[in-house]
């Protein structure tokens, strides 16, 4: 068996070491300019050398994208940006335009050029030019069934890498081509600043009653008409790498450090339990269970499977059963460490840890002493540091999750 990459999202600094921290072969990112989410932080200059580095120290890889549908007006920036992350590392280009997949071959030919998912390759004659062309990998469109991923694998070369999204959020339009935010509000989806206007609520209004909304009813009185479920693979990792994917791609460089985290380990841990008991397989209960401990829409396997993946009509918000509590920065002595807070919680609560290596636990927060060596009830600061004390030692570098019940 071939362990498929696993590629993980960041869209700044702290997704992308809980990405390599959390088991990530590879990173997905942007910088400043002629990436697909203007709404991260991004990488600059500086920011981009030094991802290259922390991930090739590892032997780990970094993949810019460069792949927004540029205009005119912005191709005259093109090859000094290709040429500066050339100059930081960078180990491949995800491209969606022709023109900047030429303008990477002229400018950085030493970087790897894999052709982006908003290029809808659908199907095997496509990634035959494109590879012929020069792409050392396509990631397909997310519209194709498992079986036609397989008849695309089989029918190209074996040296061309096949990459597949395997989990997150599901654009509703096709491989993510959509006009309808740029319509509505003038941000433009294809430079990166997508309003989600598939997430809104929906009403209708009849041109000589204005002011008077009526509803358009899917079920149970709700308006989501666009609002795609989220996609999550999880539980379908021998299909996958049968099929014949080289990469498993996980959706997310506007989302959280701790969404880079958990997904990333969910993936890994997956990936490995099956690399080493082969089939028949089950997947241990609990790497199922990390994927409910992110926010999410309700979950669906995608195209994958013959179907469409659906809509969520009754609402447009995430399912939340979990927070991120806080962040492991170093263990002390025994059951004693220091913790960066994430969001609020108190002395007395059960605590959820995931530690970078092994598998999730609970803890009993017993006590917490801030800065000053007061001892507190709580934990109310935003990435205040605290002591906090334990019936059981946390390793270094985990997230604690406190479930919301509480």
């Avoid at 989410?37 to 200059?45: C, G, I, T």
């Avoid at 981009?48 to 549908?69: D, F, M, P, Y």
């Amino acid at each position: 068996m071939n362990k498929p990459e696993i590629l993980s999202p960041a869209g700044d600094m702290e997704a992308l070491r809980a990405a390599l921290q959390y088991g990530a072969d590879a990173v997905f990112l942007a910088g400043k300019s002629f990436g697909m989410r203007s709404a991260p932080r991004n990488f600059d200059e500086a920011e981009l050398s030094e991802a290259c580095r922390l991930a090739h120290e590892q032997g780990k890889k970094i993949h810019l994208t460069v792949n927004i549908l540029p205009r005119n007006s912005e191709l005259g920036q093109l090859p000094d940006f290709l040429c500066m992350a050339r100059d930081c590392g960078v180990d491949a280009f995800i491209i969606a335009d022709l023109g900047v997949f030429e303008a990477a071959k002229r400018c950085a030919p030493e970087v790897a050029r894999h052709v982006s998912t908003q290029a809808g390759v659908t199907n095997y004659a496509s990634a035959r030019v494109l590879y012929d062309m020069g792409a050392s990998r396509v990631v397909l469109a997310r519209e194709i069934p498992l079986d036609e991923v397989a008849e695309i694998r089989a029918k190209t070369p074996k040296e061309l890498e096949i990459e597949c999204f395997v989990h997150g959020a599901m654009c509703v339009s096709f491989s993510g081509r959509c006009l309808i935010s740029e319509y509505l509000t003038g941000r433009d989806a294809n430079h990166g600043d997508c309003a989600q206007p598939c997430r809104w609520k929906y009403h209708l209004m009849e041109e000589k009653r204005e002011g008077q909304f009526f509803p358009v009813e899917e079920e149970n009185g709700a308006t989501y008409l666009y609002n795609s479920r989220d996609m999550c693979m999880i539980e379908h990792i021998p299909e996958l790498i049968k099929a014949g994917v080289s990469s498993f791609k996980i959706e997310g460089r506007a989302k959280t450090a701790y969404y880079t985290a958990v997904t990333t380990n969910a993936y890994r841990k997956a990936v490995d339990q099956y690399a080493a008991e082969g089939d028949p397989f089950t997947l241990q209960p609990w790497i199922r269970e990390e994927l409910e401990k992110i926010s999410h829409r309700q979950y669906s396997t995608g195209f994958y499977f013959g179907n469409a993946p659906g809509q969520v009509t009754d609402n447009g918000g995430y399912i939340r059963r979990y927070d991120n509590a806080a962040y492991c920065e170093r263990s002390l002595d025994g059951t004693t460490s220091v913790v960066t807070q994430r969001n609020k919680f108190w002395v007395g609560d059960t605590l959820d840890v995931l530690p970078p290596d092994g598998n999730p636990f609970l803890i009993r927060c017993l006590s917490l002493t801030n800065a000053q060596g007061e001892r507190v009830d709580s934990a109310p600061h935003p990435m205040e540091e605290l002591v906090l004390e334990a019936d059981r030692a946390v390793p270094a570098g985990s997230v604690l999750r406190r479930k919301r019940e509480q």
